[in-house]
T-cell receptor, first 113, second 111 residues
Framework: SAVISQKPSRDICQRGTSLTIQCQVDSQVTMMFWYRQQPGQSLTLIATANQGSEATYESGFVIDKFPISRPNLTFSTLTVSNMSPEDSSIYLC??????????FGPGTRLTVL | GEDVEQSLFLSVREGDSSVINCTYTDSSSTYLYWYKQEPGAGLQLLTYIFSNMDMKQDQRLTVLLNKKDKHLSLRIADTQTGDSAIYFCAEERGSARQLTFGSGTQLTVLP
């Protein structure tokens, strides 16, 4: 199994500001993903974080709003830009091993006022 | 996530078996997963099954896969109060093998 950590674990932010969430995996993974879980909802994929190249975004998510970096096989960041209250969610990163197990970080609970 | 469907709620008595059902749509899915989420916590990977299998057992957990009907189930034997949580099924699809999640089933275990 893999251990995935995220920082910060939670934050309260003002409208119009940006927050960068860090995700660290304790072992190399083939794929890393970012998901959003809105209150009381299921998980929705935001993007696939590609090492050394631009992330692949799902429909409804754009790079200007959610820029993502993945400089190596174990680390990725997600920025939530120009935040509004509708961005209040839990943001989770996940990593997928070559054995197809996909693990999740504990999530970052974001509240935008 | 609407392509993967689960019932929203399930209540069982402590000691009984729980069966959580899931239907999916993509016949090309290679792996199907079950995750558990406790209040305020992240997702814990419980088990997963490869699409060419029809059953997988891991201690109290049994996964059944009916590929023809695109139906997946998770059976928890001897359900305990600590099993109370939301259970998500997820199918793996797409070029990056990303996960598409169901809505989650809230399992409540009654004493």
């Amino acid at each position: 199994s893999a251990v995935i950590s995220q920082k910060p674990s939670r934050d309260i932010c003002q409208r119009g500001t940006s927050l960068t969430i860090q995700c660290q995996v304790d072992s190399q993974v083939t794929m890393m993903f970012w998901y959003r879980q809105q209150p009381g909802q299921s998980l929705t994929l935001i993007a696939t974080a590609n090492q050394g190249s631009e992330a692949t975004y799902e429909s409804g998510f754009v790079i200007d709003k959610f820029p993502i970096s993945r400089p190596n096989l174990t680390f990725s960041t997600l920025t939530v830009s120009n935040m509004s209250p509708e961005d209040s969610s839990i943001y989770l990163c996940s990593g997928k091993h070559t054995n197809n197990e996909q693990f999740f970080g504990p999530g970052t609970r974001l509240t935008v006022l | 996530g609407e392509d993967v469907e689960q019932s929203l709620f399930l209540s069982v008595r402590e000691g009984d078996s729980s069966v959580i059902n899931c239907t999916y749509t993509d016949s090309s899915s290679t792996y199907l997963y079950w995750y558990k989420q406790e209040p305020g916590a992240g997702l814990q990977l419980l088990t997963y099954i490869f699409s060419n299998m029809d059953m997988k057992q891991d201690q109290r957990l049994t996964v059944l896969l009916n590929k023809k009907d695109k139906h997946l189930s998770l059976r928890i034997a001897d359900t305990q109060t600590g099993d109370s949580a939301i259970y998500f099924c997820a199918e793996e699809r797409g070029s990056a093998r990303q996960l598409t999640f169901g809505s989650g089933t809230q399992l409540t275990v009654l004493p």
